[in-house]
């Protein structure tokens, strides 16, 4: 049964992962060294985030789809740009 499953853009959402604040802390050091694995990872596990934020505007007139790719790029920008030192 899949209660949780969102299919947008062509990707399923109901496996997506989830990180304890260690672990998320583990990949950020990680992805700030150059790993893109680690990176690739904190996009998957925060593409929730992305999806509740467009839930916001399914009543309105826009493609889903669209503000879909939009969110993933806002979230690898954030990522690129997030600031350790700051807590």
Known sequence: MYYKKV????F???NLPEFSEEERNNLIARMKQ???KAKDLLVLGNLKLVLSIIQRFRYK??????LFQV???GL???LNNFD???N
């Open 7 to 10: 299919e947008i853009s062509g």
């Open 12 to 14: 399923d959402t109901s």
């Open 34 to 36: 150059g790993d893109k």
């Open 61 to 66: 007139n826009i493609d889903f789809d669209d």
């Open 71 to 73: 969110g993933c790029i």
């Open 76 to 78: 690898i920008k954030a």
């Open 84 to 86: 350790t030192s700051l």
